[in-house]
């Protein structure tokens, strides 16, 4: 498999042609799942992992780990959620051998381009962002993991549920309980309103889903 670069984005593929042609013995037929996937992997180690060469290094364990358990892939589900699934037990394992957290919010809010706008706009933008930021740092990790993978990477309910092995009216209670705890955090530091659902995607501008 060929160095990656990281961050990124790709294409656009058919995931389940693709691991067709893996598992036919087609190495080639898996770069471009990388490419579409590299962005999600990397930004989900670093989240957990808060160090951007750790959170390389990971990327690239992810995908030599997903190649070599490809036969295990179930088609039923997204690339996207087994990825993803991957890389998250994979981090968490390290941050155990490291006895560090396992998540660490402080990488989910990504930078937002600031508004191009009067500079009073632009302050109070930055200022809103950086309420939200200081919120979500007060999200229990059982709460943050779902807003990452719900508002950062846009993952279904379905494939969330895939991913943490959680039942759907426990993943849709956390993020319930999450959203409920980020508007009285913000209302008790000074923020005029409560963040609503597309508010909520601050985070998915610099990495988006790979």
Not at 45 to 68: I, P
Not at 192 to 198: A, D, F, K, R, V
């Amino acid at each position: 498999m060929k160095q990656m670069d990281m961050p990124g984005g790709g294409i656009s593929v058919d995931d389940g042609e693709q691991v067709r042609r893996c598992l036919a013995g087609d190495r080639n037929a898996f770069e471009p799942l990388v490419r579409q996937y590299k962005g999600l992997v990397f930004t989900l180690s670093l989240n957990t992992l808060h160090n951007r060469d750790d959170a390389a290094d990971a990327t690239q364990e992810v995908f030599l780990k997903a190649w070599a358990n490809l036969r295990l892939f179930d088609a039923q589900f997204t690339f996207k959620a087994w990825i993803a699934r991957i890389a998250i037990n994979h981090c968490i394992n390290m941050n155990r051998k490291r006895k560090l957290p396992t998540v660490d919010a402080e990488g989910i809010i990504d930078e937002v381009p600031a508004t191009a706008g009067l500079p009073e706009q632009t302050a109070l933008d930055a200022e809103r962002r950086e309420s939200i930021r200081n919120a979500v740092l007060t999200l229990p990790e059982m709460y943050r993991t779902p807003v990452l993978l719900y508002h950062q990477q846009n993952l279904t309910y379905d494939e969330i549920c895939r991913i943490l092995n959680l039942p759907m009216t426990l993943v849709k209670n956390r993020l319930y309980r999450a959203r409920k705890m980020l508007a009285m955090v913000l209302a008790e530091h000074g923020a005029h309103q409560s963040p609503g659902l597309e508010e909520t995607k601050w985070i998915a501008q610099e990495h988006g889903n790979g």
